[in-house]
């Protein structure tokens, strides 16, 4: 899916790492939402509360998700990340990505 329609753009960004990492949050009509955004490069360790699957729509990370090694991944890659886990990054180039959150 290149676009998105008849959604709802929550103004204000989603800062993180003193704004080295930011998204955009958009609402679907059936009550799921997304987070679009970009990561400089530079190494970030996240937090998750739900599932994710991260797409990535260009760049080149290396990641490691809970009791995995290290993997590189180019675009275009998605990832599965757990509930209620963490998981690491080191961004080697901007990376522009769409995060779906899983209920």
Do not use: Q
């Amino acid at each position: 899916m290149t676009k998105f329609e008849n959604v709802t753009v929550v103004k204000k960004a989603n800062i993180y790492d003193g704004g080295k990492v930011t998204s955009r949050t958009v609402e679907f009509a059936d009550g799921t939402r997304k987070t679009l955004g970009i990561m400089m490069p530079g190494e970030y360790t996240f937090n998750t509360a739900e599932a994710e699957i991260m797409e990535m729509m260009s760049g080149e990370l290396d990641i490691r998700l809970p009791n995995e090694d290290w993997k590189t991944l180019n675009t275009p890659e998605s990832f599965n990340v757990p509930a209620n886990s963490s998981f690491d990054l080191k961004i080697r180039t901007v990376t522009d990505y769409c995060c779906s959150y899983i209920k």
